[in-house]
């Protein structure tokens, strides 16, 4: 008897290992297939197609097509686009010190950075880049310009500007150096005893940054009631800085991410590698959907272990994580080689896609989880809040007005003769009616998408003459719109005055200024407040009993 128990467990092994080998050899079968015909009509067009084709082009159009069948993080860069494929995972940079931009096809200098090269230097926001080392630069790329600004620490570099105060370019000789950007711009109190730590970028040092903030918190105030961390519009970065913000507030040894991929030895594990700063005090993550990556890390483990509140809107939901592998010829593949899952087992990425950007999975499809405490959380797109607040509208005449610039425009001209402003806090804009003069003589216009459809369904309908009613109708729905449009100013005024005051903010206090400027009417910090003082609210919110 035991005998045949062995054979058949034999017989078992043998049939499973035979049947891998021809899954296995049928998956090679289909590879080899499918590369022979994508080979054959790839020599077919390249021979006998009607037009000249160039054969690059058309294989960087089939790649393109095949990386982004998979996801918007897999991609494809050619040889040419190396050098400009220029990705920081540190807070630092060589260069200039300044953002710039193109404003109505003139390159600007948008930002200075406090400290940096370019302050020291004497540029300012609104400064147009004539030339560069006495060459001309219209008509470049800005992807041009930046590479052209960066460069080693104490090298020189010779630019000519134009400013608002003269009609005489002048030159200006700019030492570059070693940049830092400020992840963590702010940090303060919101109220007597509630600390505020802003975070913009999983950079170099970001955990170590947010520790000393929240010693520097601490030794204002030994009584904190709580402390904000604001995560909105963080977009995620290094790993490793993600876990050691969760180290700051969770025990040495406790598992913040595993990543997962097809290759099961390349599976990571993550665990707090060191003493916390502090275990008891209560924490409010604000997030939003524009968080992402190491901040839907960092979210998602205050959650799962029930460590503090969430407040604000749904997460992106990425968590994937990317390698470059190099592909010969210069060139390289950015792919997805595994996924991120926190503390209850969830993986924080969207399944779905539409145009680029994870799609809203319902509730009653996403998987379901348990917190340390027990409470339900969800997988499958994002990080889901505890306390879910409406996103902020944004008013479309006020996203024309930053797109278009018009709002950093106004601002030059209203920061040219003013040497300093109030304090923070203090400081208010009330010169409303001079910005709506300045729309009127630059002739500031902006189209709806709906006045977009129907431009488009107009020239449709101007092709047949039987559809002239119609378009009659169209265009009288355009008159409509347009009409309406005309209170735009008036209904977003609040929100406009909001904008230009943190533009003038940021070129007298930074980045520093224009983050602590938004504070006051801040809905989700104020909802923040008022959690952490509530105790048995947010013992319940956590699930503690």
Known sequence: MKGSVKKLILVCVLFSGMASVSVYNDKLFEISKNLELFVSVYKELNTNFVDELDPGTLMRTAIDAMTHSLDPYTNYVTESQVE???????????GIGARVGLVDNKFKILEPYEGGPAVAAGLKAGDEILSIDGVNIEGKKLEEINAVLRGIPG??????????????PVEKKVVRGEVNIPNVPYSGFVSADVGYISLTVFTQNA?????????????????????ILDLRHNGGGLLH?????????????????TTKGKIKERDQTFKTTSAPLDLEIPIVVLIDNRSASASEIVSGVIQDLDRGVLIGQRSFGKGLVQNTKDLGYNSRLKLTTSKYYIPSGRCIQGVEYENGEPKDIPDNLRSKFKT??????????????????????????????????????YVNKYCLKKDSIDKIGIFKFNEYASFLEFLKKKNFTYELEAEKYLTKMEKEMEK?????DLNDDVKKLKEKINNSKSNDLVQAKEQIIDEIEKEIVSRYYYQKGKVQQTLDDDSDVK????????SNRYKSLIGKK
């Open 464 to 468: 047949s003459s039987s559809t002239k």
């Open 207 to 227: 955990g170590s940054n947010i520790s000393k903030a929240l010693k520097e918190l601490k030794s204002k105030n030994p009584n904190m009631s709580g402390v």
């Open 527 to 534: 909802e923040a407040i008022d959690v952490l003082k509530d």
């Open 372 to 409: 340390k405490n027990g409470r339900l959380v969800l997988d499958g797109g994002g990080v889901t809040p505890d306390v879910k607040l409406p996103a902020k509208e944004i008013f479309p005449v006020t996203v024309a007005l930053l797109e278009k610039h018009v709002i950093f425009e």
């Open 84 to 94: 400009s494929y220029w990705i920081s995972d540190d807070d630092k940079y060589q």
């Open 241 to 257: 800085e993600a876990v050691n913000i969760c180290n700051i507030f969770i025990p040495q040894g406790e598992v913040v991410v």
């Open 155 to 168: 090298t020189d570099i010779r630019l000519t500007l134009k400013n608002l105060s003269s009609d005489v």
